[in-house]
């Protein structure tokens, strides 16, 4: 039982490349939420969806793009990387709104950019 | 921005011996979560405790929740050294962007 795959698990990106983070459940859950995760700053949410064609801003959505084509996937993109986004990113889903009920996390994606 | 904050940041504690964290938050919510994450891993669920529980039991876990002092505690029982982790807690309030995480403790059990 897989649950949430992160791919890539790690990335070095020079300043101004592109790159997407993929992020697949399966749960079925409709929820799906992006955090970042630096040091001594806890976890804070980029983005997240509520459902298969939706999207919305979190706490700190600057710099970043997502997508829901499929209920299954959440995209994050970043078109052009900064070294401020140095982090790890992790990868969320669940059944019910997260104000609600538990999350299920992926393992992270640790992204150096230079 | 940070709702829950956990303390203390850090926890040193021999095998045996019980660990307590603690959870303090400033608004109102409607549930309080607990996260374990183990170094380089993703944060995995513990316990989920509703604004209108005061206490509640997982195994070696107990969570107590006091909502008039918006205080919320954490104890592990007889830890071992696979308890070693950071723990988050985590506020939830009405509405879809509302889960807000602290900043954890680490807790280190020595055999």
């Known amino acids: 039982n897989a649950g949430v795959t992160q791919t890539p698990k790690f990335r070095v990106l020079k300043t101004g490349q592109s790159m997407t983070l993929l992020c697949a459940q399966d749960m079925n859950h409709e929820y799906m939420y992006w955090y970042r995760q630096d040091p001594g700053m806890g976890l804070r949410l980029i983005h997240y969806?509520?459902?298969?064609?939706?999207?919305a801003k979190g706490e700190v959505p600057d710099g970043y793009n997502v997508s829901r084509l499929k209920k299954q996937n959440f995209l994050l993109g970043l078109e052009s990387a900064a070294p401020s986004q140095t982090s790890v990113y992790f990868c969320?889903?669940?059944?019910?709104?997260?104000?609600?009920?538990?999350?299920?996390f992926g393992e992270g994606s640790r992204l150096t950019v230079l | 921005s940070q709702q829950g904050e956990e303390d203390p940041q850090a926890l040193s504690i021999q095998e045996g011996e019980n660990a307590t964290m603690n959870c303090s938050y400033k608004?109102?919510?409607?549930?309080l979560q607990w996260y374990r994450q183990n170094s380089g891993r993703g944060l995995v669920h513990l316990i989920l405790?509703?604004?209108?529980?005061r206490e509640k039991h997982s195994g070696r876990l107990r969570v107590t929740l006091d909502t008039s002092k918006k205080s919320s505690s954490l104890l592990i029982t007889a830890s071992r050294a696979a308890d070693t982790a950071s723990y988050f807690c985590?506020?939830?309030?009405?509405?879809?962007?509302?889960?807000?995480f602290g900043k954890g403790t680490m807790l280190l059990v020595s055999p």
């Open positions: 969806s509520v459902g298969e064609g939706t999207t």
């Open positions: 608004t109102s919510i409607n549930n």
């Open positions: 405790i509703r604004s209108n529980e």
């Open positions: 969320a889903s669940s059944n019910l709104p997260q104000g609600s009920g538990e999350l299920f």
């Open positions: 985590a506020t939830g309030t009405s509405g879809y962007s509302t889960l807000t």
